[in-house]
């Protein structure tokens, strides 16, 4: 025992000899080490000094200083074998070690790095410096963040020209794009092509949280490549990616969000009711928008694990949204995968790429093959507050006898049904250099979609008790599946000052899509009849259940080719060729078209007469001019075509008769967008300032059009073909700046521009000829039911199409203003349709952003704003719920109390109708998002760095709208309609956190 004893203390006396030996050695050390003042300054390539730049001591959290107006810096108490980080915004930051020195001089070099950037072009990339034509990037560190639902919110006022909106809060919708305007009246393409990755995709393909990049080819001359898919733009969405020869790396994003509506109608509550409608006091008080709406929560996870080595690496994907809307019943589960493996081989001469992508998504539905019913919501507006929900017994409160009333409550509690979603998408890959500076390329991908839906209204729903349809139910599902396959060979050469590239390539692209779609009713109960059990239903039987099918495929066919040259990268040249093929043209004499594109640049800041100035650090002018298409959105247009259509008793049986259903037209071929595009890149003082400047002008010529035609000698009284003309003029402007960079601040902001002028410049062919110069689209509900929008030849899409009125009479009735320009009395008014004119014009004449990012140590704050100027909204709210007849009592909106044009109410003998006093300006300017957020590094030893975050999302909206939100349905034809069944927009509050391990 005592040898075990006198053992363990003389291990403890060493222990203990050892530590004070080494404290010593460490005292020793640090008195060696003798603190140093070092003192220098910061020149760039030229010997002139650097004010601002940021030098800090490696390794330390806070020890670091700027250069004042000399370039001249000053670091007190530093240890002789100190490294000293020196940066600049503009120059290669470096590592100067001291070694003992006390003065220094320190020179930085230019970083040519923001010209060498790589940005997508289609079929390949392109250092951003050598680009001659209207292209865009986003990068993650200007993403939008928070609860994002898609890509498009990522982008949202980022890129001068494309105006991405969000209309509806409802969780299962997405963003809506507009590039340059709109380009067709009949034609398939309206929106940008999407690529992920390069394989045709939609904006939420993709969880944002899985996108490394955003590019955007604007023009013609940089979307000509992709022919008639890229009439309207192309936005290349990059994937994260591994990168090889680093170590394994896991990053976890996730977040929390709720929401509430952005601004609630103003409707009248149960006293304010009765007061209006003493005889209606049904003696409840009701907030009916209230009974439908909860606070949602939402929560997403993105988990990320890439690694691998130089010769193999991989990434995967895994992300979990579930999110919930502000309406009951309305929600969105999704969760997808996505692998991609990258292998080299050959000494690297040969890479193959595997992908593959798998998405669930459900949601539930109270509509027919929808989501959240409209016309739910528009019933918890109109109901009358004095209403209670129930009964005494517990049933619900209903009053069927009264057309198109129904308990908003009891619509989503007696009706059931969802929608399932699925999508599969493999892509693979190949990439051979045989010899240097030959690059053969394959893409091969599939892509399969699925939708299941089904839907159920029980015995005790209002269609089954007030119209007899007892269980309507409905059922269908559809599949859609999507072959890619694109060959390519790019040959890249430089001899001295000269580069140039070749690119030759064949795309096929094929499309099939089929549905089928089940209703019946005529259920005894609830427990075996429905969506699940639907042939069980009598209407059925009796031949009163619909039921009905589709399928249609489609296919594209090109061959591409693409030049470029460079020489001393002062002068450049692209020029491309798509030549395409696209079945919905089959049987015309113009199947085939060609699509041809040329773009110039000169980098002016090359030339030798600039090169003693200090102030420009790039300067390119670029000019392009290219040709897209659009086909026809259906098939067989141009070919003669049979239908079905009424019953003749023939040879004593009923016969259904087959009619021509369309002319034969062989001449029908693509529409053709011209368009011109010039612009001026730039960059200054160090890169402290840099932008872009565009002008475009687009002409669309041979309007897709189904024209009336006279029977006979035509067999059909409408025929497809290509007419009128339409001309898209404007202006973009992108200005990004670092007003201020310290060691501790620095402040990053960009600013974007943009106008844009359209106009249908003519509706007639050479051939075929309107009768009128215009068509009415568009349309507004019961009662008022009239079509909204006109698009005349001569004047700008968007235009709204009705009465104006200019003021009100004593006894609360119109004033018009006549075709002539007279005032007429209300009851001298005809409203015929002559009467109507342009009254505003749903289309922004210009948009604009403003982006900021802040620093502050590891404190960062953004703040991203946008806004739309010029033009109108038809606020069809305000056109029921504020009529005042109301022979149905049923609700309205407190500005129904309102003197018109500031004079009187309006009579209660008015009936409701669509006119110039419903339209309003819909400028605004919204903080669309504010973000906070704080960054640890390294937080122990598997750590590296865990980032808090809180966000809002529509923050504050700046606007003289009197509706919900101003930023309202794009569609192309009829924008600027406020639907009244529209679900309505949400401000979102986000918590949420990344680390990286």
């Known amino acids: 025992m005592m040898s075990k004893l006198r053992s363990g203390l003389a291990g403890l006396i060493r222990h203990l000899m050892c530590l004070i030996t080494g404290l010593y050695l460490l005292a020793v050390q640090g008195y060696a080490q003798e603190k140093v003042n070092v003192s220098g300054k910061v020149l760039d390539e030229k010997g002139a000094a650097i004010i601002g730049a940021t030098i800090i001591v490696k390794g330390s959290k806070g020890n670091g200083a700027s250069t004042d107006e000399s370039g001249r810096f000053t670091l007190p108490g530093l240890v002789p074998d100190a490294v000293l980080v020196v940066s600049y915004l503009g120059y290669q930051t470096r590592e100067i070690p001291l070694k003992g020195r006390k003065s220094l001089s320190i020179s930085l070099v230019e970083d040519s790095r923001l010209l060498e950037d790589v940005v997508i072009i289609g079929y390949g990339t392109q250092k951003k410096g050598d680009v001659t034509s209207s292209v865009a990037s986003v990068r993650p560190e200007n993403f939008a963040q928070g609860a994002i639902k898609d890509v498009g919110q990522l982008i949202q006022g980022k890129v001068a020209g494309l105006a991405v909106s969000n209309p509806s809060g409802d969780p299962t919708s997405?963003?809506?794009?507009?590039?340059?305007?709109?380009?067709?009246?009949?034609?398939?393409?309206?929106?940008?092509?999407?690529?992920?990755?390069?394989?045709?995709?939609?904006?939420?393909?993709?969880?944002?949280?899985?996108?490394?990049?955003?590019?955007?080819?604007k023009d013609g001359s940089a979307a000509a490549i992709y022919g008639t898919r890229g009439t309207n733009g192309v936005i290349f969405v990059t994937t994260k990616k591994s990168k090889g020869g680093e170590t394994n790396q896991v990053d976890y994003n996730g977040y929390m969000s709720t929401s509430r509506i952005l601004k609630k109608p103003d409707l009248l509550n149960a006293t304010e009711f009765a007061a209006l409608y003493p005889n209606e006091d049904h003696g409840a008080s009701t907030e009916w928008l209230d009974e439908i709406m909860r606070t949602p929560f939402t929560q997403v996870h993105n988990l990320s694990l890439r690694g691998g080595a130089s010769s193999t690496n991989y990434i995967v994907n895994l992300n979990s949204n579930s999110s919930e809307g502000i309406m009951l019943k309305s929600a969105n589960e999704t969760f997808q995968g996505r692998t991609e493996v990258t292998h080299k081989m050959f000494d690297d001469k040969l890479q193959v790429k595997v992908g593959f992508l798998g998405k669930k998504n459900k949601f539930e539905s109270t509509a027919n093959s929808g989501s959240f019913s409209g016309y739910t919501y528009r019933q918890a507006l109109l109901r009358n507050p004095t209403d209670p929900v129930k009964n005494a017994d517990g049933s619900w409160y209903e009053n069927l006898s009264k057309f198109e009333y129904e308990n908003p409550v009891a619509r989503l509690e007696e009706?059931?049904?969802?929608?399932?979603?699925?999508e599969v998408r493999f892509n693979g890959g190949l990439t051979f250099n045989p010899v240097r500076d030959l690059t053969l390329s394959g893409v091969m991908s599939y892509v399969e979609q699925k939708r299941n839906h089904g839907y159920s209204e029980t015995l005790n729903h209002a269609s089954a008790r007030r119209d007899g349809f007892a269980g309507w139910s409905s059922v269908g599902a559809s599949a859609r599946s999507e072959s890619l396959v694109e060959l390519t060979a790019l040959y890249n050469k430089q001899i001295n000052r000269h580069k140039m590239s070749f690119l030759g390539g064949y795309s096929y692209n094929g499309v099939d899509f089929e549905d089928m779609y089940f209703s019946n009713f005529g259920f005894q109960d609830d427990q075996f009849g429905g969506w699940h059990n639907i042939g069980i239903g009598s209407a059925l039987k009796e031949g009163k259940a619909d039921a009905n099918s589709h399928k249609w495929t489609t296919n594209l066919i090109g061959f591409f080719g693409r030049a470029t040259y460079s020489f001393d990268d002062r002068y450049l040249l692209m020029a491309s060729l798509r030549y395409e093929g696209a079945s919905q043209l089959w049987g015309t004499d113009n199947e085939w078209g060609a699509f041809p594109a040329v773009s110039l640049g000169w980098r002016i800041t090359r030339e030798p007469f600039m090169k003693d100035q200090n102030v420009l650090d790039d300067l390119k002018l670029r000019i392009g001019y290219g040709v897209t298409g659009s086909q026809p959105v259906n098939g067989f247009l141009g070919v003669a075509m049979?239908?079905?259509?009424?019953?003749?008793?023939?040879?004593?049986?009923?016969?259904?008769?087959?009619?021509?259903?369309?002319?034969?037209?062989?001449?029908?071929?693509?529409?053709?967008?011209?368009?011109?595009?010039?612009?001026?890149d730039f960059s200054l003082l160090k890169n402290r300032l840099s932008g872009s400047i565009d002008a475009y002008n687009r002409n669309v010529d041979g309007l897709l059009y189904e024209y009336s035609v006279p029977v006979p000698p035509n067999l059909y009284n409408k025929t497809w073909a290509n007419g009128g003309t339409m001309q898209n003029r404007g202006i973009e402007v992108l200005l990004s700046g670092v007003p201020v960079t310290a060691k501790n601040f620095d402040w990053h902001t960009n600013v974007t521009f943009s106008t844009?002028?359209?106009?249908?410049?003519?509706?007639?062919?050479?051939?075929?000829?309107?009768?009128?110069?215009?068509?009415?689209?568009?349309?507004?509900?019961?009662?008022?039911?009239?079509?909204?929008?006109?698009?005349?030849?001569?004047?700008?899409?968007?235009?709204?199409?009705g009465f104006k009125v200019v003021d009100i009479d004593e006894n609360g009735k119109w004033i018009y203003e006549g075709a002539d320009g007279t005032r007429i009395a209300y009851n001298d008014f005809s409203r015929a349709p002559e009467e109507k004119q342009i009254i505003g014009n749903g289309l922004p004449k210009w948009y604009a952003g403003w982006n900021n990012n802040f620093r502050y140590k590891n404190f960062d704050l953004a703040i991203t704003m946008r806004g739309a100027f010029g033009f109108q909204i038809i606020n069809e709210a305000r056109m029921y719920y504020e009529n005042a007849k109301n022979s149905r009592m049923e609700n309205r909106l407190k500005s129904v109390n309102d003197p018109v044009f500031g004079k009187t109410t309006l009579s209660k003998d008015i009936d409701p109708e669509f006119n110039s006093y419903y339209v309003e300006d819909g400028d605004y300017w919204k903080v669309d998002n504010i973000l906070l957020g704080y960054t640890f590094n390294k937080l122990g030893k598997h750590i590296k760095s865990l980032r808090l975050y809180t966000s809002v999302l529509n923050a504050l909206v700046i606007?003289?709208?009197?509706?919900?939100?101003?930023?309202?349905?794009?569609?192309?034809?009829?924008?600027?309609?406020?639907?009244?069944?529209?679900?309505?927009s949400i401000r979102s509050f986000t918590f949420g956190a990344g680390i990286k391990f």
Do not use: M
Not at 642 to 661: E, R, S
Not at 665 to 676: A, G, H, S
């Open 642 to 680: 049979l239908k079905y259509d009424k019953f003749a008793y023939v040879n004593g049986k009923w016969v259904q008769t087959i009619v021509p259903a369309s002319n034969p037209n062989p001449d029908l071929k693509w529409e053709e967008k011209k368009e011109t595009n010039i612009g001026l």
């Open 174 to 217: 997405t963003t809506q794009f507009r590039l340059r305007g709109t380009n067709t009246i009949g034609g398939a393409n309206t929106a940008p092509l999407v690529l992920i990755d390069g394989v045709p995709g939609s904006i939420n393909t993709v969880a944002p949280e899985d996108v490394e990049s955003v590019d955007v080819l």
């Open 415 to 422: 009706s059931y049904g969802d929608v399932k979603n699925t």
């Open 756 to 801: 844009n002028s359209n106009k249908l410049k003519s509706l007639d062919g050479s051939v075929f000829k309107t009768q009128f110069d215009y068509f009415n689209t568009g349309w507004l509900a019961e009662p008022v039911k009239t079509e909204s929008h006109r698009v005349q030849a001569g004047e700008r899409i968007g235009n709204f199409w």
């Open 959 to 984: 606007t003289g709208y009197k509706g919900v939100d101003p930023e309202v349905n794009a569609e192309a034809l009829n924008p600027g309609y406020d639907n009244r069944d529209q679900y309505p």
